[in-house]
Every structure is written in structure tokens, then in C-alpha cells.
């Protein structure tokens, strides 16, 4: 693998990256009804490259923006 081919793939990897960070982070400031609820959106937001899609097109507005950030 050439530098010009590992550099498109890290480009191209880099966005998907920080998308699933944001949904691992904004499902981990949200309340859930149950724990279980929480636990598959984080199974889901790690599946790799459509996690992210699938939780912020059906879980994003099921949870609640926790104002407890002591948890």
C-alpha cells in the first residue's frame, strides 16, 4: 500500500471515526428509559461505519438530555 492510498483510506476513515464518538458520547449524556435501552444504542452506535446513521436516525430523540452529569 502505497503513501497516496493509505493517506485516502485514513481520510476517509477519519469522518466515520468522529461520528461514532459523538453518538457514543450523546448516548452516554442521555437518560434512556431502561438501562438495557442505553446498552443496545451503545452496541448499535459501535457497529462500524453505519452505528452512528442508525442511532441518529431512530435514537437520537428517544433519550433525554441528563442534567445529573455526576453519574
Not at 457514543?24 to 428509559?33: A, N, Y
Not at 443496545?40 to 433525554?64: D, E, K, S, T
Request: some cysteine; overall charge positive; charged content about 20%.
Amino acid at each position: 500500500m502505497g503513501l497516496k492510498a493509505a493517506a485516502t483510506f485514513v481520510l476517509l476513515c477519519v469522518p466515520f471515526l468522529l461520528l461514532t464518538v459523538w453518538a457514543l458520547v450523546d448516548i452516554s449524556i442521555k437518560d434512556f428509559k431502561t438501562l438495557k435501552e442505553k446498552v443496545i444504542w451503545y452496541l448499535i452506535a459501535l457497529v462500524p461505519f453505519i452505528g452512528w446513521l442508525v442511532y441518529l436516525l431512530f435514537g437520537f430523540r428517544r433519550g433525554v438530555r441528563s442534567t445529573d452529569f455526576a453519574r
